[in-house]
C-alpha cells in the first residue's frame, strides 16, 4: 500500500491544531506508519525546497520552517499520495477550497498548516530523507478489513 510524507509546520504546532489535522488523517481512514518531531534547518531545507531556493520569498519560507521545530508523519493508504495531497487544498489557504486542510485551518500563502508530497516517486524521496528504516513501522492493522474491499488491499 502506498506511503506519503506530511509535515506539520511550525505554524501548526504554534497555534495548537496539531490533534485537528492528525484527527482528519486518522478519520479519513489513513494509517500513522512513521512519525517524530524534529528541528528543520537550513541545509535540509534547500534540499526540500529546491525548486524554490532562487524565488525571493525563500529565505522568509526557510525562517517560517524553522521557527519551531516541526512533526514529520509518514501515512499509508490506497492512493495515499493523491488522497493526502486532496485533502490539504490550495498552496495558498485564501484560494483553498472549504473543507481541505489549508481551507479550513489557514489564512495564508506561507502559513498553510502542512506539507504533503505531491508524487508517488516524491513520497518514496522525502520519507527516505526525513526517516531512518527503522522509524517506520510496518504492523498488522485490525480495522484494515473494515476500511477497504478485499480487492482493494494489494498487500
Ligand atoms: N510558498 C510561499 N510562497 C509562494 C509559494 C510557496 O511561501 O509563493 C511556500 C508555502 O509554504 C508552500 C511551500 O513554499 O507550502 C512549498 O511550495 P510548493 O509550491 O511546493 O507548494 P505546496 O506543494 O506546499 O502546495
Ligand atoms: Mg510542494
Request: with cysteine.
Amino acid at each position: 500500500m502506498e506511503q506519503t510524507f506530511v509535515i506539520l509546520k511550525p505554524s501548526t504546532i504554534q497555534r495548537s491544531l496539531v490533534g485537528d489535522v492528525l484527527t482528519r488523517f486518522q478519520r479519513k481512514g489513513l494509517f500513522i506508519t512513521g512519525i517524530k518531531m524534529m528541528q528543520l534547518d537550513e541545509q535540509i531545507l534547500r534540499i526540500h525546497y529546491a525548486h524554490l531556493v532562487d524565488r525571493p520569498f525563500f529565505p522568509m519560507l526557510v525562517n517560517s520552517m524553522t521557527v519551531t521545530p516541526v512533526i514529520v508523519m509518514v501515512l499509508k493508504g490506497k492512493d495515499a499520495v493523491a488522497v493526502v495531497r486532496s485533502m490539504v487544498g490550495a498552496t495558498n489557504c485564501r484560494n483553498a477550497a472549504p473543507g481541505t486542510i489549508r481551507g479550513d485551518f489557514g489564512m495564508s500563502g506561507q502559513e498553510n498548516i502542512v506539507h504533503a508530497s505531491d508524487s508517488p516517486e516524491n513520497a518514496v524521496i522525502e520519507i527516505n530523507r526525513f526517516f531512518k528504516p527503522e522509524e517506520i513501522f510496518d504492523y498488522p492493522i485490525p480495522t484494515l478489513a473494515a476500511t477497504y474491499a478485499p480487492d482493494e488491499i494489494d498487500q
